[in-house]
């Protein structure tokens, strides 16, 4: 609700940015390289961008779906922490 609390409902998506679902899905796989896990925030650019929000989370499904990723929130509304998907189940914390 934070990310969202910042678009101007007069200008939703702005055709001329940049930004793809693919370059999402290697900043996901770069950032599992560098830090082994991260915030979704993390993979948000612009924060008042619906554009860059909506493909970042269309990566995070994607990732998700090809298990690359899993996906962890402790509470509603919390942050969600990206972590690389452990065929076994067991997600170290």
């Known amino acids: 609700t934070s990310m969202i609390r910042h678009f101007n409902s007069e200008r939703i998506i702005d055709r001329y940015e940049e930004m793809s679902i693919n370059e999402k899905i290697v900043l996901i796989n770069e950032l599992l390289t560098k830090k082994g896990r991260f915030r979704f925030d993390d993979l948000i650019a612009k924060h008042s961008s619906a554009l860059d929000l909506a493909c970042a989370f269309l990566a995070i499904l994607d990732s998700t779906k ?3 990723i899993s996906i962890l929130q402790h509470r509603l ?3 969600i922490l990206i972590i690389p998907y452990a065929a076994d189940g067991v997600h170290h914390e």
């Open 77 to 79: 509304f919390g942050d």
């Open 66 to 68: 090809n298990r690359i």
